[in-house]
């Protein structure tokens, strides 16, 4: 009487009684993990640029190869080597110097170089962060005409992305057995799990617009701030 009972009210709902001893098929539990790594910085990059200007193309390009030259010397002398001093962007233009005659000057919104400008953008790669403010201060001495920014970064992400990395596992495993438990499930097995996007930090310091002639030559002081590397994975579970 009983199973015509539980067949009956089966048929009634819609749905059909499991067999006597199945079981429930494993429920699927998605989840996104994130882990991170701080560390102190072992590298910094600074970025300079050289602009000059004058009516002869060849003396514009003259003169900033001597800046260049300068600032390869000077940064020599605090210990870094001449690999580490790139060029990164060179252009020469030539602007003309626009016809008054019978108009009144417009004011210009900053200073405007004529005749052929050379513009070049030095990147210097420095393996010791303590003496990052002595790099600006001899690019400036140098002839450097603008400060751009520096960098902070690790010369070996690798490792800290690892590490990272583990995490974000520790950290969707986690998750999931807090939604299987909240469901009154258990974790059973991992189906599938995939590396997402990850990315090490870099603290900027943003010095744009430094420019020589205004820059003063008070030491500069930089104290870098730790690089933060994440990583991301994304897992399925089953739980039952």
Do not use: W
């Amino acid at each position: 009487m009983k199973t015509i009972l539980v067949i009956a009210t089966a048929l009634l709902l819609g749905t059909t009684p499991l067999p006597a001893g199945a079981a429930l098929l494993p429920v699927e539990i998605t989840v996104t993990g994130t882990g991170s790594v701080s560390n102190a910085p072992n590298v910094a990059t600074v970025n300079v640029g050289a602009t000059t200007n004058d009516a002869v193309a060849n003396v514009a390009t003259s003169q900033n190869n001597a800046i260049y030259e300068r600032t390869v010397a000077r940064l020599a002398a605090l210990g870094i080597a001449r690999a580490d001093v790139r060029t990164t962007y060179y252009n020469l233009n030539y602007v003309p110097r626009p016809k008054t005659e019978g108009a009144p000057a417009q004011p210009q919104p900053y200073a405007v170089r004529y005749g052929y400008v050379v513009t070049r953008s030095i990147t210097v790669t420095v393996h010791d962060t303590n003496i990052v403010g002595k790099v600006v201060d001899a690019c400036v001495a140098a002839g450097a005409t603008n400060v751009n920014g520096v960098a902070f970064g690790l010369s070996d992400t690798r490792a800290a992305y690892v590490r990272a990395l583990g995490r974000a596992v520790d950290d969707a495993r986690t998750k999931a057995q807090a939604i299987a438990a909240a469901a009154h499930l258990r974790i059973v097995g991992i189906k599938a799990i995939e590396q997402g996007t990850g990315y090490p930090g870099r603290p900027m310091l943003m010095m744009a617009g430094v420019q020589a002639d205004s820059y003063t030559m008070q030491p500069t002081q930089i104290q870098p701030s730790n690089v933060n590397v994440q990583a991301t994975v994304t897992a399925t579970y089953e739980a039952q």
